[in-house]
Each structure stands twice: as C-alpha cells, then as structure tokens.
C-alpha cells in the first residue's frame, strides 16, 4: 500500500524512493500472504511470538514482518499484539467474491519468479520461457491466475453479452482460449439455442469444467483440450471470441491465429476481442500505469504486448475480416471490445 505522504515529503523524496518502499511493501504483503499471516489473524490480535508458532515462523521474523506490514497499512498494532487492518480484513482474505488475494497472490509469484530475467528478455526480444509451461506446473498459482479472470469476467459479463452479435435460432460459438467458461457459460444462459466450443490448454478447462457443470449446461458448451495454433476449432461457427488472447503473442503468430479463427468462421460471422489498448489516452494515472506494466510483463513473460487499435485493424483486414470497431466498457475502461465481420474471401 502506497505509505501516506505529506505534500513537502512527496517534493523531496525521489520517486524510486517511493518505488523501493512500494516493492518492498508489495514483497512483504505476497510474502504474509504465502505464509498465512492475514488468514491466522481473523480468529483474533496476535502477538508476534503468538503467530509465529502458529505459523511456526522465528518469532524475531514474525516480529519484522509485522512491523513492516504496520508500516505499510496491512496490519495494525495495539499493545503489541496484531491484527488486520480495515484494508487487509476488506481484500487480502481469500473469502468473499471480490477478494484480491488471487490478484496479490497470482503477481507476486509472477514478480518474484520471473521477473528477474527482464534485462536479458529486453536485449533479446525473446520472452523468459514458456509462460503457460510455467503456469501449468504451479497449481495454486494457476488456479489464482483463471480465478482473477473469471472473477472479472463475471463482472463483464453483464456488459458484454449484450453486445455480442448472436444471431436468432440455433447458432454456434467458438471461445478461443476461454478456460474458465465465464463468457460462454452467460452467453448460452441469455441464448437458449446457442451451443459452444471452448478450446484451451487442458489444466485451464479445469475451472471451466466445474462452472459449466453448475450452470448445468455440460450438453451445450463443449471443453476441448488443445492448442490454439493446432487444435481443431471446427468450421461454421457464428460467432469467435479471442478475449485477451492476441496480447500474449508476436505480430506474426496473431497474424497466424487470427487466419485459423477466420478459416473457423462462416462468412457474415463476428470476431470479438477483448483487448487493453496502447494506442488510446488516458490520463497519468493507475490505469495507464497497469496497462504500459502488463505490456512489458507481457513482453517479458510471453513475447506479446498490447496492441493499438491501429495495429489490431491492420492485422484483421490483413487476415480478411472487415468491419472492424470498438468500444470502451464502462466496467473496465482500461478493456476493449474489438469486433470485426469475417469477409466472404477469407
Ligand atoms: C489471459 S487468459 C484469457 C482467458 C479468457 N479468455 C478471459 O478473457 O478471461 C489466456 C488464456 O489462453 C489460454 N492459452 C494460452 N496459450 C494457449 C495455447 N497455445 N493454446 C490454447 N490455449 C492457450 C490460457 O490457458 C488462458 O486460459
């Protein structure tokens, strides 16, 4: 959490002074977190020793780690024993639908893991490894990462299904890295004819498997474990959604997918993508801010980057989709709906 600052102080401090605190802040709340600090301390205030047998920590480590956490707003300490503080109680617990814990949880172990390659990823232009290799062998950390974005596609959901373009009668979806079954799962329940096709790696249709399940739609949306360069995404489909897939790869292999999505269309059929855009204003702030870091994670961690819409357009007329255009959510301003029509040559 940002330490409060006083006009004068945030004159004269330099801003990466302000960075090293606010890493080292973040560190220290992923670092809790892993441990089970903000869980142990739900059941009551705890002195330092207290913790650390339960978490069966040194009892001077507890200590710093909690001094620290004071210091950066995550705990609160009276007559030396600990609690959560209004914040902590409100995000860092793992109950409650719009906890942050899978968000902390989930970029910390991005950060600390894999971040520190990020020198030579720049020099090379080549990503630090196969991400999703990476993600795939980290259960807890994968299970963070479809649960952040389910989470958020819940939230979305209630803005995007109504705009897309599903057509009277029976009619066919493709999802295109949709693991989690959020989007297809809203689509097919405002839809009654609708039927899907949700292509992803197998360890991400875990989630999805259990959300369709409970939607009872297991007849209507189908889970196929594959890759999206080589799987066999069908043909005829009315309707493809590529949400945040085309950021996490170069020019030429978007050029690529978004050929096979085409081939996957019939003529007349819409493409949506669900996109951050680098081509759009927005003043300084957090949201820009998160969206030039993602961009570089990104870049780093799979050899992606966001797009402008200009870009984007391009790719799409080049892969032979017309139409194309845009719209800000009102939800997510930081996320864009790209749609475009599959031309009769593709
Ligand atoms: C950033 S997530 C987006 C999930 C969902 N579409 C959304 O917007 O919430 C990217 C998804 O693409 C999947 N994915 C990445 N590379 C893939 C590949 N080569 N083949 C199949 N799926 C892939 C991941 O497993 C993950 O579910």
Known sequence: MPVPLTPEEAAGIPGAHLDLLSTVGFHAAGTAQRLGVFEALTRGALHADELAGRLDLDPDGARVLCDTLVAFGYLTRVGGAYTNSPDAVRWLLREGSDSYAPVLSFWHTVLTE??????????????????????????????????????????????????????????SLLDLGGGHAAYPVALCAAYPELRAKVVDLAGALEQGRATVAAAGLTDRIELCPGDLFTADLGTGHDVALLFNIVHGYRPAEVATLLGRVAAALRPGGRLLLLEPLADVERPPGPAEAFVQAFSLNLFHTQGGRVYGYAELTTLLTDAGFTSVDRHVLERSPTDHLVTAVRGSRS
Not at 114 to 125: D, I, V
Not at 139 to 157: E, I, K, N, V
């Open 114 to 171: 894999r971040w520190g390659g990020l020198e030579e990823s720049l020099r090379r232009g080549k990503p630090d490894g196969d991400f999703y290799a990476w993600l795939d062998a980290r259960p807890d950390t994968l299970a963070d990462f479809h649960t952040m974005l389910s989470r958020l596609a819940g939230w979305l959901a209630g803005e995007v299904v109504p705009r897309v373009p599903v057509p009277d009668g029976p009619a």
